[in-house]
């Protein structure tokens, strides 16, 4: 079983950072691409932002420029450092990942989710 963790949320002013974490156990042979992914009350969940296991990343345009998405492979960790925080990035933010099992099995899981809002 492989679990997905995700930690860092909570309230924030406009302009103010936080850093997200999501950590990955279970029964893991590899982790491939891993990602961030948003959804805002009464939209779609979208991509936030994506990193491979060789460190390439890509971003959502809305936040170029003030997210960075890293990854700490020996810790099985993704994290998103958000800066410069606007109310529109508020939003449930969930960890994604694609992750090669033991015994093999390639399977694509999503963390519960935390809650980051942005508000004066």
């Known amino acids: 079983q492989v679990q997905l963790v995700e930690s860092g949320g909570g309230l924030v002013q406009p302009g103010g950072s936080l850093r997200l974490s999501c950590a990955v156990s279970g029964n893991i042979f590899s982790i491939n691409a891993m990602g961030w992914y948003r959804q805002a009350p009464g939209k779609q969940r979208e991509l936030v932002a994506t990193i491979t296991s060789g460190g390439s990343t890509n971003y959502a345009d809305s936040v170029k420029g003030r997210f960075t998405i890293s990854r700490d492979n020996a810790k099985n960790t993704v994290y998103l450092q958000m800066n410069s925080l606007k109310p529109k990035d508020t939003a449930v933010y969930y960890c994604?990942?694609?992750?090669?099992?033991?015994?093999?099995?390639?399977?694509?899981?999503w963390g519960q989710g935390t809650l980051v809002s942005v508000s004066s």
């Open positions: 994604n990942a694609d992750i090669v099992t033991i015994p093999p099995v390639v399977i694509n899981t």
